[in-house]
């Protein structure tokens, strides 16, 4: 799968806006988590381009793409283990470090 790796972290899209989620909605397509086409329309700011139609044209896959407006990117150090919430279609990231308490 590629990713987009910059500094030793790798980019990971999320959407915070309720409604839809991004990848929560879609979790058998795990290249919408890392793919550098949608990472780099991220950083232009080009959120309102990516559609379902987009994303069947230029991925290949058929999804709902609602959750795309609200697309983020947070930058994770390689290899950290996270998982991704969802409230209402607001989706949240947590790391391993975030779940671990220390008494």
């Known amino acids: ?3 987009v790796i910059r500094d030793g ?4 899209l999320i ?5 839809a989620g991004w990848y929560s909605w879609n979790t058998e397509h ?16 080009r959120n309102d381009e990516i559609d379902d ?12 793409a609602g959750g795309s407006d609200g697309l983020s990117i947070h930058w994770l150090p390689v290899g ?7 409230y209402d279609g607001a989706e949240s990231l947590r ?9």
């Open 1 to 3: 799968m590629e990713k």
């Open 9 to 12: 972290k790798v980019a990971v």
């Open 15 to 19: 959407s915070h806006g309720f409604g």
């Open 30 to 45: 795990q290249q919408l988590l890392f793919h550098p086409k949608l990472v780099e329309m991220v950083e232009q700011n």
């Open 53 to 64: 139609e987009w994303v069947k044209d230029n991925l290949g896959i058929d999804i709902y």
């Open 80 to 86: 950290t283990a996270f998982q991704v919430e969802e």
């Open 95 to 103: 790391t391993i470090d975030d779940l671990c308490i220390v008494a």
